[in-house]
């Protein structure tokens, strides 16, 4: 009999944080990045650690001059994500972020698995304007990145100052924008938006979701399922060992106490 | 951010007290306390306000469920319904157990998996029971998945969660279902199709085949080969083209061999006829007619068969035991023997001290009645290798013994267990062998 433990198969779900490290992050608001994330761990592994839909896997990218990974070796999983702080200093340079995303958001490099992914989720935090080139780089991710046009998108502006009508370019949608100008309110947000994201494939659908769900759930369309189901997989036969003997009888005749 | 405080007092609508005093979890629609009802410990689940898309219908809905009363113990169902407060209304309910865990953390855990695969039977068996009491008082769950137990894995006890959106069936709580739980239908309908009864015995039959082959039935090479999985291609998967993993007729599905390896080992293990309801209950008829689903009662006789087939090697492993007969364990390789089997109107199952035969066993009956003991295999308490037949119907039960001779066995007695004694139960005939 085989083992009641067996491992099941899932599908990774990226999360990937797009954050702003540039000068004007500089002080409590890049302070109150790296609490909450450092608050987001424990309360990730618990919530989500086990669902399940999906194995999370973990990436950061901040940008200022320039664009850095945090994980610069691809996605972490739970266990192995924690985070050093990011410093701020610095330009805004948007589009050097989406340049590497574009890069990356690939099977030839961090979207590496056996099983598969669900639609990735990138959650985008900005305080402020872009610097550079930023609308060329956007166009290009947009129209030649399927991964990123399945995404989940969703951007946190981080006070007055925030672009919001750039954000809503990012994510496709002005109804993926949060913007908050209290910095507890913004620790919240940031876990609050991790925890759900993480959690959207395991929880139940009301009638009409499909329509309120793209506030966040920008259109995950493309002929991604071109390149699906093309490669043909090894399939299992399905007839199992056969197990039969001769039974064997005794006889007896007795009455007494019974279990 | 718990919503409430802890000492804050509610009251039901019939003006009982409420005493909050723990907050105990979060969920998507509201929040779980423990409080003090009246004297008792009670969970009491909150929602969040504005989480609801129809709150007035809800806690209508609620209301009537809550009056109404639990169609069985197996459901943590609403005692009774709080006043509103703040926008918004709770309702109170059983506290979940000691040693009691979801599903959801259940399936695939290292840390707290049934221990056995009785256990596990155990666990199915308790949920059909529990639907079809619960779809015979006219009610659908609408809301099927894998979040919604609480299970002992030691025992295979079940209670049954979130029993908030039980609804006539019929109506619309809004609630469509979870992701990979809901039937091709409800995923088809966006939003247009509601579930029922027939959407609800898709998910169960899902959540069976979960728990007993640790994978989803729909989720082969196909859901393998998805690099990314978009809503597209997930409406594709489990809506427009769903084909179940195991599909006789179109392999194209079929688990990835060195990946999918715990389901590829447990269909390889498990008893031709417990597969064959699978096969039945997600062929692309059933999966596309939701009248032509396997019914409660169908499961039930499949699963009470297949759990007194799971015997213990004493090396310590489960054997599933193969037609009745001795069956080579597949650990140690010595045979576990089969010395007695019951001879039933359909097939036979071994007769090892606990194995009981229920009213469904026998053939067609009424699904009221499936679950109705009718006799228990007992062991000596002095000889606990002595077997014996106990009458466990309450009712009087011919027999005939093996010389031909007329007898009868009054409610609870126990005969000795002679190959060749036919009962007669239900007019049918059960032979010990």
């Known amino acids: 009999m085989p083992s009641t433990e067996g491992v099941i198969v899932k599908k990774v779900l990226p999360l990937i944080y797009v954050i702003d490290t540039s000068g004007s992050m500089f002080g409590d608001r890049i302070a109150s990045v790296n609490e909450a994330i450092h608050e987001l761990e424990p309360i990730l592994r618990e919530k989500v650690g086990e669902i399940p839909e999906a194995e999370i896997k973990i990436a950061a990218l901040t940008f200022s001059s320039g664009a850095q990974w945090i994980t610069a070796n691809g996605l972490v999983s739970l266990d192995d994500f924690f985070w050093n702080d990011a410093t701020a200093g610095g330009l805004t340079d948007l589009g050097a972020a989406l340049k590497e995303l574009n890069q990356k958001l690939s099977r030839n490099s961090f979207l590496v698995s056996d099983t598969g992914f669900c639609a990735p989720v990138l959650i985008f935090m900005s305080d402020g304007e872009p610097n550079d080139n930023w609308e060329k780089e956007l166009n290009n991710i947009k129209q030649t990145n399927k991964w990123f046009q399945a995404a989940r998108k969703i951007a946190i502006a981080i006070g007055e100052d925030a672009n919001i009508g750039i954000l809503t370019k990012l994510v496709g949608s002005n109804e993926a924008v949060i913007q908050t100008n209290d910095l507890e309110t913004l620790k919240r947000m940031i876990i609050a938006v991790s925890v759900s994201a993480s959690m959207l494939a395991g929880s139940s659908r009301m009638a009409g979701d499909a329509a309120s769900g793209s506030m966040i759930l920008e259109a995950a369309t493309t002929n991604l399922d071109t390149d699906t189901f093309t490669v043909a997989p090894e399939v299992a036969d399905f007839d199992g060992p056969d197990l039969m003997a001769a039974g064997t009888q005794d006889v007896w005749d007795d009455s007494g106490d019974w279990n | ?433």
Not at chain 2, 103 to 116: D, Q, R
Not at chain 2, 151 to 169: E, H
Not at chain 2, 213 to 218: E, T, V
Not at chain 2, 404 to 427: H, L, M, T, Y
């Open chain 2, 1 to 433: 951010m718990p919503m409430l405080e802890q000492g804050q007092i509610l009251k039901t609508i019939s003006g009982v007290r409420i005493k909050v005093e723990q907050f105990i979890a979060e969920g998507g629609q509201g929040e779980v306390y423990r409080v003090d009802y009246n004297g008792e410990k009670k969970a009491l689940k909150w929602y969040k306000p504005e989480a609801l898309r129809d709150p007035i219908l809800f806690y209508d809905n609620l209301k009537t469920n809550a009056a109404k009363g639990s169609p069985d113990k197996a459901f943590l169902w609403p005692d009774a319904v709080t006043e509103k407060s703040g926008g918004t209304f709770g309702y109170i309910m059983g506290l979940r157990p000691e040693g009691y865990y979801e599903l959801s953390k259940i399936l695939g855990s290292k840390k707290c998996n049934f221990v056995s695969f009785k256990a596990a039977a155990e666990a199915c068996i308790r949920i059909v029971s529990a639907f079809r009491i619960l779809h015979n008082n006219g009610y659908s769950y609408q809301d099927l998945n894998d979040g919604n137990f609480f299970i002992n894995p030691q025992t295979g006890d079940v209670l049954i969660c979130d029993t908030d959106n039980i609804a006539k069936n019929g109506t619309s709580t809004g609630i469509l279902g979870k992701p990979r739980y809901m039937a091709p239908e409800i995923v088809n309908g966006k939003g247009k199709v509601l579930p029922d009864t027939q959407s609800d015995r898709y998910s169960l039959a899902a959540i069976l085949f979960l728990i007993l082959f640790n994978n989803h039935p729909l989720e082969g090479s196909h859901w393998v080969m998805v690099t990314c999985m978009t809503d597209e291609i997930a409406e594709k998967l489990y809506g427009t083209s769903p084909l179940f993993i195991f599909d006789p007729n179109d392999r194209s599905n079929a688990p990835v061999r060195n990946l999918q390896i715990s389901v590829i080992e447990r269909w390889a293990f498990m008893p031709e006829y417990l597969k064959s309801k699978f096969v039945t209950a997600f062929s692309q008829e059933a999966l596309k007619t939701p009248g032509k689903r396997l019914r409660e009662l169908d499961w039930l006789q499949v699963l009470v068969r297949f759990r007194s087939d799971i015997v213990r090697c004493t090396c310590g492993n489960e054997v599933f035991i193969q037609n009745a007969a001795t069956t080579k364990c597949d650990v140690c390789g010595k045979p576990v023997a089969v010395t007695h089997t019951v001879k039933l109107p359909g097939y036979s199952i071994t007769a090892a001290g606990g194995s009981r035969i229920y009213r469904c066993m026998l053939g067609t009956c009424n699904a009221d009645e499936a679950l109705h003991p009718v006799a228990a295999v007992v062991t000596r308490k002095d000889k606990p290798g002595v077997l014996g037949f106990r009458n466990m119907s309450g009712l009087i039960l011919n027999a005939t013994t093996p010389s031909g001779k007329p007898k009868q066995i009054k409610p609870n007695d126990v005969i000795p267990f002679n190959p060749g004694i036919v009962i007669e139960a239900f007019d049918k005939k059960i032979e010990l062998q």
